[in-house]
């Protein structure tokens, strides 16, 4: 089998020509390199003297965009450059980049397999059945799970064709917390998280908060913390602004999860001549009227280096998630010494301490209290920020999230240096908030 991908850009028409915008999905796939799997056990040396591990690491992701594919694409390409044999199984989701491709290191394998978000019994059979094969294939040590439809159909088919090997399982965000669905639906997915917590593996929470709602509620056998984090070396850190604005943003998608129409409703209420609202990655188009989308600057779809620039340009970054995993967003923002103002959800409130890096808000007029608090006392916001920086970088580097991971693979010869490329932002997926 090969992997597809999509090789196209489109102009950015708000800030930079020169940014490569990842162009929605089009009917023109290209095969990207052949998937062969070395039939030896032996530790082999490459022309270039690197040892290769005799280990064999998957990882498996239905969900190919955003977040998701921020910690695949930061994992897989560190355990590639230390010399692990990585194969990356995933679909294709409307919002999962032309260019994925180019975000990997050149020795990961990517192999296509149509997996499907939605529940269908004859799809998610079929799909089973292909990653049984491609696992038989490549006899994988460790499979590692991301998001909720790879960790069951993932659990299954490693259950059939590599039962020895360590299977993790990363939610990215508890589908059965979603506000987006039924009760009914909440319900059935907590149930196939329960059922597949019994076929086995081990469920790694990405922040405190999700730890403790999958104890309480799915009673998993096995379950761990490892935080999401960030390459903090490729992070701008906030840039003093000379022309008298404040600027308070936010980063990531039109969604009803990010609640970007909360974000509008902030600048609608804060609208100042000298304060600046910026939605980087929003699109003017997604702003439900023509009066509130004047108080609100889009910087549309823009590159991942584009977008850590015009972040280390804001004052105050905001967070208006109705439910999160753990935000690398907001991680990143953390990292450039913005002190940020979020719902009170899962992985927000894990990673911004409250009064210290930044502020936890229950409903959109507490969080315009707050932002009005930091918009108008600046040492306030520097003495945050300074805060907020230090604590990131001590805690959400990610060569400690390297070292915990390969620990769980078992992958303990893998060096925590290793080098890895950049990839595309976005946040992740989980809970609770009044709005």
């Given at each position: 089998m090969l992997a597809i991908f999509v090789n196209s850009k489109i102009r950015n028409p708000y800030f930079d020509e020169s940014d490569g915008v990842d162009a929605r999905l089009a009917g023109n796939f290209t095969i990207r390199r052949p998937i062969t799997f070395p039939a030896s056990d032996e530790n082999t040396i490459e022309p270039t003297?690197?040892?290769?591990?005799?280990?064999?690491?998957?990882?498996?992701?239905?969900?190919?965009?955003?977040?998701?594919?921020?910690?695949?694409?930061?994992?897989a390409n560190h355990a590639a450059a230390a010399g692990v044999d990585v194969t990356v199984l995933h679909s294709i989701r409307p919002e999962t980049p032309t260019d994925f491709s180019t975000l990997f290191h050149s020795d990961v394998k990517l192999i296509y397999v149509?997996?499907?978000r939605e529940v269908s019994l004859r799809q998610d059979l079929l799909s089973v059945r292909a990653l049984v094969r491609i696992l038989r294939d490549c006899k994988p040590a460790a499979i590692h799970l991301h998001s909720s439809k790879a960790g069951v159909l993932g659990r299954l088919a490693s259950r059939i064709a590599a039962p020895h090997?360590?299977?993790?399982?990363?939610?990215?965000?508890?589908?059965?917390?979603?506000?987006?669905?039924?009760?009914?639906?909440?319900?059935a997915y907590l149930n196939f998280e329960r059922i597949a917590a019994h076929i086995g593996g081990t469920i790694v929470a990405c922040s405190g908060s999700e730890l403790g709602e999958i104890k309480e509620k799915v009673h998993a056998k096995s379950a761990v913390l490892v935080e999401n984090g960030v390459d903090v070396?490729?992070?701008?850190?906030?840039?003093?602004?000379?022309?008298?604005?404040?600027?308070?943003?936010?980063?990531?998608r039109a969604s009803f999860q990010k609640n970007h129409h909360a974000f509008v409703e902030l600048?609608?209420?804060?609208?100042?001549?000298d304060v600046d609202f910026l939605w980087i990655g929003g699109d003017v188009n997604e702003i439900p009227e023509s009066r509130q989308s004047k108080t609100v600057i889009c910087s549309g779809w823009v590159t991942r280096a584009h977008a850590l620039a015009l972040t280390s340009e804001l004052d105050i970054y905001v967070q208006t998630s109705r439910w999160e995993g753990m935000?690398?967003?907001?991680?990143?923002?953390q990292?450039?010494?913005?002190?940020a103002v979020v719902t009170n959800v899962v992985g927000n409130r894990d990673v911004v301490i409250h009064g210290v890096t930044g502020y936890i808000a229950s409903s959109v007029d507490e969080m315009a209290a707050y932002l009005a608090k930091l918009r108008d006392d600046r040492q306030l916001r520097e003495r945050m920020g300074a805060a907020a920086r230090t604590r990131a970088i001590q805690r959400f580097s990610m060569n400690t999230v390297f070292r915990q991971w390969h620990t769980l693979y078992g992958l303990d010869t893998v060096g925590s240096q290793a080098g890895t490329r950049g990839f595309e932002p976005v946040a992740l997926d989980h809970v609770k908030a009044r709005f």
């Open positions: 003297g690197r040892k290769m591990t005799t280990k064999k690491l998957v990882h498996i992701a239905e969900a190919f965009g955003g977040g998701v594919l921020s910690m695949v694409t930061l994992l149509d997996m499907a090997a360590t299977v993790l399982y990363s939610p990215h965000g508890l589908s059965f917390l979603r506000f987006d669905i039924s009760r009914i639906r909440q319900f070396a490729e992070i701008l850190p906030r840039r003093t602004r000379d022309d008298g604005k404040t600027v308070i943003g936010m980063s990531g600048a609608t209420k804060l609208q100042r001549a935000p690398v967003a907001l991680i990143e923002a990292v450039a010494g913005i002190p």
